[in-house]
């Protein structure tokens, strides 16, 4: 059976709000319930853990893990507190609007696919550039094979323990777990996820998802 960890633990600066943002209200509940809701209705998964910032508690049903100084930090915690369930995913609070499907289609890639990770990724409308220190183009990335990469993210446990397995350096570099399972040799997938799979960091992404939730209803 697969285990979920919610990591909720960010205080979310950028929201300006008083609440960590994870636990700011969205649709009349703690965002994170979003989440709780979404995985509790995905087949298979039998136990969530959330990462939690400092005063807060766990949803009910969820064993309580407390967060780390950086997110991966969080899901090494998260990971330690779970019990033995094998395969496990990932999932950021702050996306709220991630459906039952989606998490159920990260766990099938794994299953039907000899890879160590599946992650849930947009593929990129805009044009990507990079630019050095001075604001000046160096190249062009060629879209076709961009993905904009999101959580959902399940891995086969043992791997994920492996590429959590790092200095603490080397996990505050980390944006996402799946880099950390590639930079060990891991191969990892991506899964076409609904544009709706949005990521709350300011208070127009919060209008945003209030708005979404409003249609779902
Ligand atoms: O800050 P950001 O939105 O990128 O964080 C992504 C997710 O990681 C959020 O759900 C946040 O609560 C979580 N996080 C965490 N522990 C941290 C930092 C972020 O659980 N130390």
Redesign the pocket.
Known sequence: MAVAL???????E?LGSER???FVALGGRPMVEWSVEALRAVPGVDEIVV?L?PGESAPDGTVAAP?????S???RAALAAAGDGDPVVVH????PLAPPDLFARALAELEQHPCEGAVAAAPVTDTVKEADDRRVVRRTLERDRLWAVQTPQAFRRPALERALDVDDDVLAAA?DDAWLVERMGGTVRVVPAPRENL???TALDLKVAELLLGERA
């Open positions: 919610i990591v909720a633990a960010g205080s979310g950028r960590p943002k994870a990462a910032p967060g780390g100084e950086v997110r930090g969080s899901v950021d609070a702050a996306r944006t990521k709350v960091t």
